[in-house]
């Protein structure tokens, strides 16, 4: 069990550094470039979500696979980035499971270490976009989540939300992170296939 | 005399998180962006403080209705922003009394925190231009306490000067503070009204 | 000994700082402005680094005269920034013992806090490139360590790398501290003078 979720858990930090990488390669960055944008878009969420929690240092700088993986996936970019652009749709679907496994993941430590129901589903949020938010802010682009895209953040508070719920209702922790993790997952991808947007203020 | 400090607080995070969510409009931004951005603009601040002084969970963190107060701010402008930027003006007075708030409260937390007088007064300054720097940095604007509108940093940095002497001094709290923070509102609004800047240097 | 580090500390500081205001003058900042870019700069990438191992609050917020040399700085670049910005190759060359330095010292900061090897090499590239990397973006520019200017993280995690190896292997700090930072200083000279790049990935 605990060596499926920590698979999970690099895969997850695997996609989303590849779409940091991405966008360095974009931006004609150096392999300096595409090594920062991997790492802060894979574990930046994680990190904001430990400082403010205490949760310090961060496990992902305490456990070299974690910084290992980011470094994979800059190398990868960095030679092969003209295929991987072209699955970049992949790249996306793939995104999404990173997405629920990283709502669930991070609203569940933050309620470990104490924090109330309602900061711990804002955090369980910003462990899963705030590494996207990080790698846009340092390319100088507005955070995509924040819009108008297709519906990135609603489904990581879904997911958040449940696992909370969840833990809250005290049910076992083991089905309660799947179904969370499960409807983040799917309304996302949902949303990617069928153009789902957040409402946007009326001009 | 404590809920008095509670509403004045959850009044100005309240002016700071409009602020956020204008801004967000202004980059045709959706929902999330504009939740996100209220927060950021008006917690952003308190939490870098408290990161910067180990008092982690920030107390907006562990506290439900310092999270509220930018949920109302976001949905408000959302619906009625047009009525809100008719009135940009008021609420750039408005956020006159947040900055002399925070300034003052501030530096009297990083003050409790055992942090040294000067970095005191830096911690004042950042606990009420931080959070607006925040909402820059992301919306992609040069933050503009930096320069070159009317006075910001300046007046913040007299109130929680004269916050931290006074405690230095031994004299009692309120007095101080209502002092303190009477003269950064005052020399704000006065910055805002004569069109007063600061030196910008010479080309 | 121990003022010589201080010194040295502070003269690197100083530089960073200045490399920061210098940006501020160019984006038509006002003195806040300068203050503010000048501070983060110098002081902003041991700030992460601190925050990150839990050694709050940093000792450049406790000791005054880590603020001070920031400010002097701004206000040197205030009046004098066209001889300044006459002389920023000389600004270059001072900036690579700031690197050297710095790269050095948070690596082993790092390690005396208890991370790993791994992560600590990662804290002193931080701590030598992370406030610049925060002046850029606060100023709206990709930061130049991503690329694609003369390598600069690289020099900095050679050194950082010796730092950590020597410390694991118990070489006496003082020798492998100089030469791991002599190598950092130099490789970076090199690099200014030859225009030696990192890698970009092909188009």
């Known amino acids: 069990m605990a060596s499926l979720l920590l698979v999970l858990d690099l895969a997850g930090i695997l996609v989303f550094a590849i779409s940091g990488a991405l966008l360095a390669v974009r931006r004609k960055l150096d392999i300096i470039g595409l090594l920062a944008l991997a790492t802060l878009t894979a574990l930046g969420g994680g990190w904001i979500r430990d400082i403010l929690i205490g949760a310090v240092p961060p496990a992902s700088l305490a456990d070299w696979r974690y910084l290992l993986v980011p470094v994979i996936a800059a190398l990868t970019t960095f030679w ?19 997405l629920g496994l990283f709502c669930v993941a991070g609203a569940l430590k933050a309620v470990e270490y104490g924090v ?9 949020i910003v462990t899963a976009a705030g590494g996207g938010v990080l790698r846009d802010v340092v390319a100088l682009r507005v955070p995509t989540v924040f819009g108008p895209g297709e519906l990135y953040a609603i489904p990581a508070a879904a997911g958040a939300t449940i696992a909370v719920v969840g833990h809250e209702l005290e049910f076992p922790v083991t089905p309660v992170a799947v179904v969370a993790a499960t409807v983040a997952v799917t309304w996302r991808l949902l949303a990617i296939t069928r153009g789902w947007h957040a409402p946007v203020p009326r001009t």
Chains 1, 2, 3 share one sequence.
């Open 80 to 98: 092969f980035h003209p295929v991987v652009t072209r699955r970049e749709r992949t790249v996306d679907v793939l995104d999404a499971f990173g």
């Open 116 to 124: 109330g129901p309602v900061p711990a589903i804002l955090l369980g």
